[in-house]
């Protein structure tokens, strides 16, 4: 029973445009949600998080929004840069449980 | 502190022999966590520490797995009697807040 899901497997984007990665979430107990980039070879990379309390979190390019009645958060890139070219996992938390991840997405940004 | 580390990055071993993978954690992270992760899957939960303290271990982590954090430092994950099953990259991350852990390059174990 998968509790975080992401059900792009890939997805492709040109360079400068918005790269949009979605997830959604089962149990309404997780409060704290994060994404992570992975590079082939290296250990996924933390990116952005969120607190159940907000909606929107942004860094940079990067922005995270959740929609907690729709139990979906998506992330935002813009622009797209061909070094985002990843694997991207959404994960969720809550209190102090270890972090549950999706199955990823991978981002292709074409130059 | 260059963040996470774990040796070795591989290991090939064949089918029954005993493994054990080393985590050094960010020095003043005092959660570490071990995942485990196949191909075409996101990371799965295997065990934590707490300091020295093991907290949580996953249904996953069989009896052939064992994990210690003596002395609440490095971590090592030992493997015995490995199946071919047991082939994935094992992960190790560090954290000194409840949810942002840091993730180390990984052990990626073969099993022949």
């Known amino acids: 029973d998968q509790q975080v899901k992401q059900n792009s497997p890939s997805l492709s984007v040109q360079e400068g445009r918005i790269s949009i990665l979605n997830c959604d979430y089962t149990n309404s107990m997780f409060d704290y949600f994060l994404w992570y980039k992975k590079y082939p070879a290296e250990g996924p990379t933390f990116l952005i998080s969120?607190?159940?309390?907000?909606d929107k979190n942004e860094d940079g390019r990067f922005t995270v929004f959740l929609n907690k009645s729709a139990k979906h958060l998506s992330l935002h890139i813009v622009p797209s840069q061909p070094g985002d070219s990843a694997v991207y996992f959404c994960?969720?938390?809550?209190?102090?449980?270890?972090?549950?991840f999706g199955k990823g997405t991978r981002l292709s940004v074409i130059a | 502190d260059t963040g996470v580390s774990q040796n070795p990055r591989h290991k090939i071993t064949k089918r029954g022999q005993n493994v054990t993978f080393r985590c050094d954690p960010i020095s003043e992270h005092n959660r570490l966590y071990w995942y485990r992760q196949t191909l075409g899957q996101g990371p799965e939960f295997l065990t934590y520490f707490q300091n020295e303290a093991q907290l949580e271990k996953s249904r996953l982590l069989s009896d052939r797995f064992s994990a210690e954090r003596p002395k609440g430092s490095f971590s090592t994950l030992e493997i015995q009697r490995t199946e071919q099953g047991d082939s994935a990259m094992y992960l190790c991350a560090s954290s000194s807040s409840y949810s942002e852990q840091f993730f180390g390059p990984g052990t990626r174990l073969t099993v022949l």
């Open positions: 994960a969720a938390t809550s209190g102090n449980t270890p972090l549950v």
């Open positions: 969120i607190s159940s309390i907000k």
